[in-house]
């Protein structure tokens, strides 16, 4: 089971690497052709606001695949966690209560 989760991990990272490294590139990119300032002449004084073109394919683009990704991890996520709960159904041999008490 142990390997089998490992493996999810390591799946997930190059996952999770790859989104992060393409929202930097994409990051990078608009800030280098759709800024109209410095980062240092923004922050000393007023900076004209930049003319960014508002696409609502784009927009809806930027939701509807995060939430395919999402969807497409949470069914190895699933499959992992229900055959980690295996100990429901094997034999209980041993019982704990316990009983706390508060201001004891």
Same mark, same amino acid.
């Given at each position: 089971?142990?390997? /089998?989760?490992?493996?999810?991990? /390591?799946? !997930?990272?190059? +996952?999770? +690497?790859? +989104?992060?490294?393409?929202?930097?590139?994409?990051?990078?990119?608009?800030?280098? $052709?759709?800024?109209?300032?410095?980062?240092?002449?923004?922050?000393?004084?007023?900076?004209?606001?930049?003319? +960014?073109?508002?696409?609502?394919?784009? *927009?809806?683009? $930027?939701?509807?695949?995060?939430?395919? !990704?999402?969807?497409?991890?949470?069914?190895?996520?699933?499959?992992?966690?229900?055959? /980690? /709960?295996?100990?429901? *159904?094997?034999?209980? *041999?041993?019982?704990v209560s316990v009983t706390g008490?508060?201001?004891?």
């Amino acid at each position: 089971m142990m390997s /089998n989760i490992i493996d999810f991990h /390591n799946d !997930i990272m190059v +996952i999770v +690497i790859f +989104i992060a490294s393409f929202i930097a590139v994409l990051l990078t990119a608009c800030l280098k $052709f759709y800024g109209t300032t410095s980062v240092s002449a923004f922050y000393t004084r007023s900076a004209p606001v930049s003319r +960014i073109y508002h696409d609502p394919i784009v *927009e809806i683009v $930027f939701t509807v695949v995060p939430a395919i !990704i999402i969807s497409i991890i949470a069914g190895p996520s699933f499959a992992l966690l229900y055959a /980690n /709960n295996d100990w429901l *159904e094997k034999d209980i *041999e041993l019982t704990v209560s316990v009983t706390g008490h508060q201001w004891y």
